[in-house]
């Protein structure tokens, strides 16, 4: 007895063809972007290249007779420029290299809870 049983394909089972599975593009690409934000980042973060420079705060000429408010607008301006980054490679750096994290590890999630 050596009878071959039918096997059914995706088609002919209507369960199955309401399932729709993403495409393997749609599922690496956000792996694919997660990683070159993290990589950008990085560079960024560690290079600090010389474009994204802030110049210094310095005013550009004394006014020692001034009035009570350009000396307050001066005393602000030099509070903010302790807060402030010397360069912005700084702040987007930290900023891509979180979001492609975050971004890594949200896909990552995705794809251990996929239902199969």
């Known amino acids: 007895m050596n009878a071959k049983l039918p096997i059914p394909s995706r088609d002919s089972i209507p369960l ?3 399932i729709e ?7 690496i690409l956000p792996v694919a972007i997660g990683v070159g934000l993290l ?8 290079m600090k290249p010389g474009a994204l420079a802030i110049p210094a705060a310095d005013p550009l000429h004394e006014d020692r007779g001034a009035s ?4 307050a607008a001066r005393r602000s301006r030099n509070g903010v ?10 702040s987007l750096g930290r ?8 971004l890594l590890v949200t896909r990552l ?3 251990i809870t996929a239902y199969r």
Request: aromatic share 6%.
């Open 21 to 27: 599975t993403p495409a393997t593009k749609d599922r």
């Open 16 to 18: 199955l063809n309401r």
């Open 109 to 111: 999630l995705d794809e």
């Open 95 to 102: 900023s891509l290299v979180f979001a492609g994290g975050a």
């Open 68 to 71: 009570r408010w350009r000396r």
């Open 39 to 46: 990589a950008v980042g990085a560079v960024l973060w560690r």
């Open 81 to 90: 420029a302790k807060v402030a980054p010397e360069n912005l490679s700084d």
